[in-house]
T-cell receptor, first 114, second 113 residues
Framework: DTEVTQTPKHLVMGMTNKKSLKCEQHMGHRAMYWYKQKAKKPPELMFVYSYEKLSINESVPSRFSPECPNSSLLNLHLHALQPEDSALYLC?????????????FGSGTQLSVL | GNSVTQMEGPVTLSEEAFLTINCTYTATGYPSLFWYVQYPGEGLQLLLKATKADDKGSNKGFEATYRKETTSFHLEKGSVQVSDSAVYFCALTSLRGYSTLTFGKGTMLLVSP
């Protein structure tokens, strides 16, 4: 199994809603990532978890709250988002080792904030 | 800091044409270099990688050579297909470990029959 599975594929939410994005991998990877991708732009790193601990937070607003319940799962909790947060949210995983390791990406959740 | 510069797109080609997408980088140390491809409505897939100078990455007919002297990692394919239409991202590893990547802006490739 070399897949990273993200759910849901599409999400529409209002600015007062609370929702969660989910990501799962069964490749034994110990590093997991959240990226945000606006249309026609490259992905931007948001968070990195290594061995279930938050290792990197790229100064992301607190309305985005990541969680790594175990080594296979990664969640992104959303609350009080703004319309400019509408984007494709990509999860990725890799071996937790030196740089140069391959990232496996999920297909993403296309988020629209109304 | 690290940065990646890619040629502007879209690149529009006819099927069986030769493809080059230019990529140059700025980095301290010896980063690994990658090409990722994103098909419409999907996430990114690793296309090829090179981890040291003069390494050539190759996959599915695509090739790129890590040129330290020119700080380049240009993507080439001898004969493109309609199914190659996608956005191509050049990337390098950052200095912060965990395979965090610095991406170029992406180049859209459109191949017509």
């Amino acid at each position: 199994d070399t897949e990273v599975t993200q759910t849901p594929k599409h999400l529409v939410m209002g600015m007062t809603n609370k929702k969660s994005l989910k990501c799962e991998q069964h490749m034994g990877h110990r590093a997991m990532y959240w990226y945000k991708q606006k249309a026609k732009k490259p992905p931007e790193l948001m968070f990195v978890y290594s061995y279930e601990k938050l290792s990197i937070n790229e100064s992301v607003p607190s309305r985005f709250s990541p969680e790594c319940p175990n080594s296979s799962l990664l969640n992104l909790h959303l609350h009080a988002l703004q319309p400019e947060d509408s984007a494709l949210y990509l999860c990725a995983s890799s071996q937790a080792g030196p740089t140069g390791e391959k990232l496996f990406f999920g297909s993403g959740t296309q988020l629209s904030v109304l | 800091g690290n940065s990646v510069t890619q040629m502007e797109g879209p690149v529009t080609l006819s099927e069986e044409a030769f493809l080059t997408i230019n990529c140059t980088y700025t980095a301290t140390g010896y980063p690994s270099l990658f090409w990722y491809v994103q098909y419409p409505g999907e996430g990114l897939q690793l296309l090829l990688k090179a981890t040291k100078a003069d390494d050539k990455g190759s996959n599915k007919g695509f090739e790129a050579t890590y040129r330290k002297e020119t700080t380049s990692f240009h993507l080439e394919k001898g004969s493109v297909q309609v199914s190659d239409s996608a956005v191509y991202f050049c990337a390098l590893t950052s200095l912060r470990g965990y395979s965090t990547l610095t991406f170029g802006k992406g180049t859209m490739l459109l191949v017509s029959p």
